[in-house]
Every structure is written in structure tokens, then in C-alpha cells.
């Protein structure tokens, strides 16, 4: 018996010897980046196992030693890798605080590639050699990405002048970043974006004069031509098509998303289909797939099919970028397309395994990448599940006596009809009658006969296996979609069928019109308006699952220990996946097997203990991430304030007593200026560019960090774009019982906005003005202003029509002040309506414009907190204010120094805990 599983073990491992090491590998990057063991501990671990290895090589032990000795290599070339970066490089020149992040400097260095196109400018990626800082030269490395704005004619021309291409050496005045944003608790780190990409440095360049033409590099390239017919198709697509085909055709065939228009790029998001127009690891999956069928189209022999379609694949991933995605994925396809040339038992999983290795030798740093746990996680679960359940499926409908299977599959007659329906076919069946001197007779079901008449089955069969392995996918990336997405679709599974089916031949489409194009525009007209024809089709079922609120829901996280249910998530679908892997339709067991396979693995669909645990176990850990029960803070009788830090703008998160929340202001950006893609025969089209605002990014973030997914009440204390545009985006993404407004301009752009997002989803509107009093859980709520509601008072400004509201609960007090400025902290001062607080939100972000001594003095305040970025580009907060504020006696904090400033009381004592302590 235990030479049997001696046999088996080994078999398992021989089979797929580079998915095990790579398991092994990676979990010994893992060990190192959470240890504190030296290098060198690891190296002797590598060392001694090897060595047990090859003492003990005829012996199943000797699989053991192997294993760990993966490990430690993994752990120790991890630690090395670290070591390796350059001191001298940009990243470290910032971190070791030898450059401040945002003062100007002179980089030199080598263009990467042509400058990438974008509406209203252009982005050049620099391989920099050379930095002057404040006088003192840095020989240096790393890549830096610039952008530079193209405003008009004459700026573009300057910069057409400078004849920008592959390997120019320039000397560039600019500002690098490389610091945080924004410091709050959840959300991606800026600096682990620009890691994850390659980039070490971002920052903009104000004007082609800030540019020194040098000499060029002596670099080769054999894909320049092919970066310049890129550019001229992104050129040509821009100016032909409308913006929304536009965006689409140049991001999901061209690699570009610069002219993605927002709107559209929400539908994609809100629908789960953005990965369509991101060419990353599906995206080159998928269009590998298509070069693949065409290729085969023509040729049968499968080396040529591997070459032919690895090549062009390549060619293509080098011209859309080559950025270390792409390259991670056509690597993966590269090795998996191999693997089924050479078509070996095993090989598809051992050959992902091989990916895995490679990658992780090239980039170990990548185990930690969202980009490589999508990739690698969707291909794990189409090569563990979607296809042999596929071919299981297959099987079972298109079945026919055989030496290998001569009985019919033994399976439950609703799944034997519904894979007749799809793969029976009763002319091959006549065929195979009359070729062999044998006859008999099986019982079909008729109605795959009946679609084949109509030519239904084939189509219907795609369809279904694409959803199938759609749906796959989504199982096995749901905890990466909710940690890093806080989305959810089930909708999903079907659109991204149809996006991708019309995505191609909306693609396709426009190749056509753009080579007849070059012949005569006037025989491309039709063919252009088709594409868009197309295109809004495309477009017109995401926007209807949307509109009625079908598309996705947002999943907020858990935090804490409680994160491990993410990975125990995983552990019974794997159990189910080698349940799937094991089971044979075909089995057949006599009454003797039947009793003694109770103890061994069972068939899939028969009654087993451990099936039907891990069935229930599965269900458990999907209701627990999708339902999120357990997500939200326990109450724990305070009353409790978050000042976020949102860069110029207010917000704060007010949680009281009971658990119920409170969300005063959340955040905005300035708008962009208004940018144009010129057309053909000289029309423009208004363009917004993709940009998610602070409400998205930094507010819902930190709320589903939190593990929220309602917010009770929304407090727009006015309409500035820095305290409403982010609420606009948590009334989108989570669940309000009511808002709360004052004395507002009810034509302004952004409560406009605000206001129809309320009405569409039902949201009550509560109207606040002096004199109005609410009690939550304890805490006392009073208006302090504005004076009337619905009133906008002439000759002031917006500022001053701020919802100012002061809270108590016990005998600690806090005062919210909105933007309001002198004026009215004058008015109430003069009018007896302030109250002591120990906590001030100051007033406009601690301008000039408001804190006036005697509001100050009236406040009595112990700390006032000012909401406002590290460089505000209005030098807020100014100088005399603070200096003001302190000479009261008030302890002075700002979220841009500090990070998210967390206030919480019982009513007798003040904790203050900032995000940096």
C-alpha cells in the first residue's frame, strides 16, 4: 500500500515537476518578504536540502529535499534581487531623501520610444543617466515617465521640431514625483503603481523650450517603423471616428487608453469588461487565441502554427508598448502555445508552472503584482477547470461506443440531454454506421438534431462554453476583483462575451475602412459609419444593465485577521478542482467498488462526505466576500471622526456611538480644462478625458477599507467641486438613507450632478438651515448656518452659503465650518450662535480668507484641524493663520502633513491618532 502511494506521489510530481517547483519558489519569495532571516540563512538552507537531494535521490524523500531547497532558492534570490538596485538610482536618490519629491530638476537621459499620443499632449518615457539637483550632478538610472502639453498649432510644432524618436538624447527641466498623494488608509499606493510598472519617477514639462536636443544614442531597434505606423493609426482613428469608437478601437487594439473618453471608460467599468481595452494578460490570451485559429486555417503542421503565431504576437507586443505586462503575458502564451505543440499528458499545467518560474526569475517581485495574480489566476482556472470540464462535457453529449468507452456515460439524464443538445451529431454518427460492418442502435436526445438542422447548434455551443469560461474566471479571481476592484458582476459573464465579440469585429472593421480610406474617402464613409454603428451596439447592453442597476454591485473588504478568508477561499475550490480533474463519466463500478469507493474520492455527481463538505464550504467563503457580514467596525459606544486627507478639499467621516456614519463633504478635483479631438474636414469633438476623482479613488476607498457599504447620511455642506464631486461618487458606489444640504445654487454643474445620482437611486433630501436640531445615538447636532433654506444671499460668495454645524456628545464638542469666511464667522460670533468646541475643522482650508481673531477666540478650540494638500497650489494654509489658531492655545494639524487625522471621544476624553503616527 505505501509503495502504491510512493508511485502515486511521484507520478503526481513527474507529471508536473515545474508547476510543484514554482509553487515551491514562490512561497519562498513569500517567506522572504515577511521574514527577517539574513541571505545567507537561506543560502545554507539551499545548500544542505540540495545536498539531501542528491544523497538521498532514490528515495521518495529525496522529492521532499527538492521541494525545499526550491524554497530557499526562491527566498534567497528574492533577497538578492532586493539588494541589487542601484544606490545611485532615482527611486533611491528619492527615498534617501538626497532629492525632495516636486522640486525642479535637470534629468538627461534616452527616449524609450516615439512620444506616446494623447488628447492635448504627449507622454515621453526617459531612461535617465543623468540628474542636476539644486546645482550637485547625480549619475543615475531608472525610468521616468513626462508629460507635456500640447495646447496649439505652435506648440506642436516646437515640439515637431525636436524630432523626438527612439534613442534621442535629451536634457529635460521638470518637476519629478515620487511621493504619496494622498495619506489614508486604503486604496493602491502611488509608489507601488510606478513600481509595478517600471517607472520610477513621474512629472510634467511646461514647454518644449524646457527641452535640450542632444546627441542620439547608437541603440537598435527593429520595431521603429512599427511604433510609427502605430502612431499614424492612432492619428487616423482619432480623426475619423467619433471619440467613443475612437477610444475604444485605439485602446483595445492599439494599446492606448489616453483617448478613452470617461463615460465610456465607466461603462466598461461598471459592466467588468475594462480588461478588454487594457492589453495585458487576457487581452494578449485572447488575441493570441484568434492568430492562432487563423493560422490554423492554413496550415495543419503545429510547429508552424507555434511559430507563426508567436512571432506576430511578439511583433505586436513590442508595438503597443511592450510595457512589462505585455511582455509578462506573451511570455505565458508563448510557453503554453509550446506546450501544445509538443502536446504531453500534464503538459498544459506543468507548462503554466514553467510561466510562473520564468516570471518570477525575471521579475521576482512580480508574486506581489495585481497584474500577475489576474493573469495567473484566470489562467489557472481555465486550464484547471473550464477546459476539462469542456471536454468532460463534450464527451459525455458527442459520445459513441468505442473500445475506451463502450457503455454511455454514466450521468444524470438532465445533463446527458443537455450535452446532446450542444455536441450530438447525428450525421457524424450515419458516417461512422456506414464505415464500420458493425450496427446498433443508442437513444439520442432529438434536439441537437433539430439545431443542427438550423444551424443553431454550433453557435450555441460557442456561446455557452464562452460563458462557461467566463464564469470560471470570475469564481477563481473573485477575491483579487474584490480586494482590488470592490467590485462585483455577475453580469460579467455574459457581457464580456458580447464586448468581445463585437470588439473584434468592430476592430476588424475598421482596419478595412482605414486601408480604403487611404484609396478614397468617400468609399470608407460607409464602411466608417458601420464601425460606429457597431460600436454603439457594442455599447448599448452594458449601458442597459446599468441603467437599471444590473451591471455590478461595490463589495467593500475585510481587514485585519479577518483578510485570511481570501485565502481559505481558495482552499476548498481547489479541492473541488481535483474533484472535477478525477471524476470519469464513463466510470463504471460494480456493487463490491461501489462499497469500498465510499473511502476514496468519489465521482463528482455522487453523494461523498468530503464533496459535498467542501461544496458547502466553497458557498460559505463566497457568501462571506460577497455578502461581507462580518466587514464593518464593531460599535464601540464613541463618538468618532476621520479628516481625511483629500488634497485640497474636505472630508471627514463622522461614525457615532451606534455604528451609524455620516459623511460631511467628500473631496473633488479642479476641472480640466476643455479639450478638443480635431476630425476630419475640420470639426472638433469636446473630449473628458478618463480620470477618476477623489471621491472614487480616496474617499470610497477608504470607506470600503473600513468595510463599509452604507453610508447613513451625506452632508454637502456647498457646492465647490472640492467638497461635492466626491460625494457624487460614494452616492454612486454606496448605500444612503439620506442627504443632507443647506442653502445651495441648485443650477451648478456638480450639484446638478449630485442631485440626479439622489433622485435615480431614491435617495431623501433633508434641507438644513439655522436652527435646525438632530440627535443620533446621543450625539446633538446643531445648525449653526446657513440662515434660510434653499436661499442663495446676493453679492456672497459660495463659500459663505457652507452648512456649518456644530456636534456634541458628552462634553466634548466639535465645530464643522464648511468654506465659510469672514463674514459669517463674523455673524457668528456677533449673533452668540457660536459654541466652544474642542475640535475645529477650519474654515477654508486655512485661508486668509477666514479665521478671523475673534471666531477664533469664541472657539476656545483645543485642536483645529485643517484640511488641505502638502502643496496646495493656493499656499494654503497661509502663515498668519496658523500662527493665529496657535497663539489661542489650539494644537494645529493638516491632513496633508499628517495623513487621515482620527478624532474619538466617549464624551469625556479626546484620542487623536493621524495616519503617520
Known amino acids: 500500500m505505501s509503495a502504491t502511494k510512493s508511485e502515486n506521489s511521484q507520478l503526481q510530481f513527474t507529471l508536473y515537476p515545474l508547476l510543484w517547483l514554482s509553487i515551491c519558489f514562490s512561497v519562498g519569495?513569500?517567506?522572504?518578504?515577511?521574514?527577517?532571516?539574513?541571505?545567507?540563512?537561506?543560502?545554507?538552507?539551499?545548500?544542505?536540502?540540495?545536498?539531501?537531494?542528491?544523497?538521498?535521490?532514490?528515495?521518495?524523500?529525496?522529492?521532499?529535499?527538492?521541494?525545499?531547497?526550491?524554497?530557499?532558492?526562491?527566498?534567497?534570490?528574492?533577497?538578492?534581487?532586493?539588494?541589487?538596485?542601484?544606490?545611485?538610482?532615482?527611486?533611491?536618490?528619492?527615498?534617501?531623501?538626497?532629492?525632495?519629491?516636486?522640486?525642479?530638476?535637470?534629468?538627461?537621459?534616452?527616449?524609450?520610444?516615439?512620444?506616446?499620443?494623447?488628447?492635448?499632449?504627449?507622454?515621453?518615457?526617459?531612461?535617465?543617466?543623468?540628474?542636476?539637483?539644486?546645482?550637485?550632478t547625480f549619475e543615475t538610472s531608472g525610468k521616468i515617465r513626462l508629460f507635456a502639453s500640447v495646447r496649439d498649432e505652435q506648440i506642436k510644432k516646437e515640439f515637431e521640431n525636436l524630432f523626438l524618436h527612439y534613442g534621442a538624447r535629451l536634457r529635460i527641466a521638470t518637476n519629478l514625483n515620487r511621493e504619496e498623494k494622498f495619506l489614508n488608509p486604503g486604496g493602491v499606493a502611488f509608489t507601488e503603481i510606478l513600481d509595478q510598472k517600471g517607472i520610477q519617477a513621474t512629472g510634467s514639462i511646461k514647454s518644449p523650450l524646457l527641452i535640450e536636443r542632444l546627441d542620439d544614442a547608437k541603440l537598435f531597434s527593429p520595431f521603429a517603423w512599427i511604433y510609427d505606423y502605430r502612431q499614424d493609426l492612432i492619428q487616423t482613428f482619432s480623426s475619423k471616428f467619433n471619440t467613443d469608437t475612437s477610444g475604444i478601437l485605439i485602446a483595445s487594439l492599439l494599446g492606448n487608453r489616453n483617448y478613452l473618453t470617461k463615460d465610456t471608460a465607466e461603462i466598461f467599468r461598471e459592466g467588468g469588461t475594462f480588461h478588454v481595452l487594457v492589453i495585458s494578460g487576457l487581452h494578449i490570451t485572447f488575441i493570441g487565441g484568434v492568430l492562432l485559429l487563423i493560422v490554423r486555417a492554413f496550415t495543419r503542421k503545429r510547429i508552424w502554427q507555434f511559430v507563426i503565431t508567436s512571432i506576430i504576437l511578439w511583433v505586436y507586443s513590442f508595438a503597443v508598448g511592450a510595457e512589462i505586462p505585455v511582455i509578462r503575458a506573451a511570455l505565458m502564451f508563448t510557453i503554453l502555445l509550446f506546450s501544445f505543440v509538443i502536446y504531453r499528458r500534464g503538459t498544459l499545467l506543468n507548462a503554466l508552472g514553467g510561466c510562473c518560474l520564468l516570471i518570477l526569475l525575471w521579475r521576482p517581485e512580480d508574486l506581489f503584482n495585481q497584474s500577475f495574480h489576474l493573469t495567473f489566476t484566470s489562467l489557472v482556472g481555465i486550464i484547471a477547470v473550464a477546459f476539462p470540464l469542456i471536454k468532460k462535457l463534450r464527451s459525455i453529449g458527442n459520445w459513441m461506443p468505442t473500445a475506451e468507452t463502450p457503455f454511455p456515460p454514466n450521468v444524470s439524464k438532465y445533463l446527458k440531454t443537455f450535452c446532446e443538445t450542444l455536441y450530438w451529431n447525428e450525421k457524424k454518427w450515419g458516417k461512422t454506421l456506414r464505415e464500420n460492418v458493425w450496427d446498433c442502435r443508442i437513444f439520442k436526445s432529438d434536439y441537437g438534431t433539430k439545431l443542427q438542422n438550423y444551424s443553431l447548434q454550433k453557435p450555441l455551443r460557442w456561446i455557452f462554453e464562452g460563458i462557461l469560461v467566463t464564469a470560471v474566471v470570475q469564481i477563481f479571481l473573485l477575491p483579487f476583483l474584490i480586494l482590488y476592484f470592490h467590485r462585483l458582476s455577475f453580469s460579467s459573464v455574459l457581457l464580456n462575451l458580447w464586448v468581445g465579440i463585437f470588439v473584434v469585429f468592430q476592430n476588424l472593421l475598421a482596419i478595412f475602412s482605414t486601408f480604403l480610406s487611404q484609396i478614397s474617402d468617400i468609399f470608407a464613409f460607409p464602411f466608417i459609419r458601420l464601425t460606429e454603428i457597431l460600436n454603439w451596439i457594442l455599447l448599448s447592453l452594458p449601458r442597459f444593465f446599468i441603467e437599471y442597476n444590473f451591471a455590478s454591485v461595490r463589495v467593500p473588504i475585510y481587514s485585519g485577521e479577518l483578510k485570511l478568508i481570501y485565502f481559505l477561499y481558495f482552499l476548498p475550490l481547489l479541492v473541488l478542482t481535483v474533484f472535477l480533474n478525477k471524476w470519469n463519466p464513463f466510470e463504471i463500478k460494480s456493487e463490491l467498488a461501489k462499497e469500498t469507493y465510499k473511502s476514496k474520492v468519489a465521482n463528482f455527481f455522487t453523494p461523498n462526505k468530503t464533496l459535498i463538505l467542501n461544496v458547502f464550504a466553497f458557498l460559505g467563503f463566497f457568501s462571506l466576500i460577497v455578502f461581507h457580514p462580518y466587514s464593518s467596525p464593531q460599535n464601540d459606544g464613541k463618538l468618532k471622526v476621520d479628516f481625511l486627507d483629500v488634497g485640497q478639499g474636505d472630508s471627514a467621516l463622522v461614525t457615532f456611538p451606534n455604528g451609524e456614519t455620516m459623511l460631511i463633504d467628500g473631496g473633488g478635483r479642479f476641472s480640466f480644462n476643455d479639450l478638443y479631438v480635431e476630425k476630419d474636414f475640420g470639426e472638433k469633438e469636446v473630449f473628458e478625458p478618463d480620470s477618476q476623482g477623489v471621491g472614487e479613488t480616496v474617499v470610497s476607498e477608504f470607506l470600503w477599507e473600513k468595510g463599509y457599504s452604507k453610508v447613513d447620511y451625506l452632508v454637502a455642506t456647498h457646492a465647490d467641486a472640492d467638497h461635492i464631486q466626491g460625494l457624487i461618487n460614494v452616492a454612486k458606489n454606496f448605500r444612503i438613507k439620506a442627504a443632507m444640504i443647506g442653502s445651495v445654487n441648485k443650477e451648478d454643474k456638480d450639484f446638478a450632478e449630485f442631485s440626479r445620482v439622489l433622485l435615480r437611486k431614491n435617495i431623501q433630501i433633508i434641507n438644513l438651515s439655522r436652527g435646525d436640531n438632530l440627535e443620533i445615538a446621543g450625539v446633538k447636532i446643531k445648525v449653526l448656518h446657513p440662515l434660510l433654506k434653499n436661499i442663495k444671499p446676493k453679492n456672497t460668495s459660495t463659500n459663505n452659503q457652507s452648512l456649518v454645524m456644530h456636534l456634541s456628545f458628552g462634553s466634548k464638542e466639535f465645530l464643522f465650518t464648511g468654506d465659510i469666511e469672514k463674514e459669517i464667522e463674523k455673524e457668528l460670533v456677533q449673533g452668540s450662535f457660536l459654541i466652544k468646541s474642542d475640535i475645529v475643522k477650519v474654515a477654508h482650508h486655512g485661508s486668509r480668507t477666514s479665521s478671523i481673531n475673534e471666531f477664533i477666540k469664541a472657539t476656545k478650540a483645543e485642536y483645529a484641524i485643517i484640511p488641505v494638500g502638502r502643496k496646495s497650489r493656493f499656499g494654503h494654509p497661509h502663515k498668519e493663520v496658523v500662527e493665529r489658531w496657535e497663539a489661542s492655545g489650539a494644537k494645529v494639524l493638516t491632513t496633508g502633513e499628517r495623513g487621515t487625522i482620527t478624532v474619538s471621544t466617549d464624551g469625556k476624553n479626546l484620542e487623536i491618532q493621524t495616519f503617520l503616527d
Open 29 to 136: 519569495i513569500l517567506l522572504a518578504e515577511c521574514s527577517r532571516f539574513d541571505w545567507k540563512v537561506f543560502l545554507i538552507a539551499l545548500i544542505v536540502f540540495t545536498a539531501l537531494a542528491i544523497i538521498y535521490a532514490k528515495r521518495t524523500l529525496a522529492t521532499l529535499f527538492i521541494f525545499i531547497a526550491f524554497l530557499a532558492t526562491g527566498s534567497f534570490y528574492y533577497q538578492i534581487q532586493k539588494q541589487t538596485e542601484p544606490s545611485n538610482s532615482i527611486k533611491n536618490l528619492y527615498e534617501s531623501n538626497q532629492i525632495m519629491s516636486g522640486d525642479p530638476v535637470e534629468i538627461e537621459g534616452i527616449l524609450q520610444s516615439k512620444p506616446e499620443l494623447s488628447v492635448g499632449g504627449i507622454f515621453l518615457t526617459i531612461s535617465a543617466e543623468k540628474l542636476i539637483y539644486k546645482g550637485k
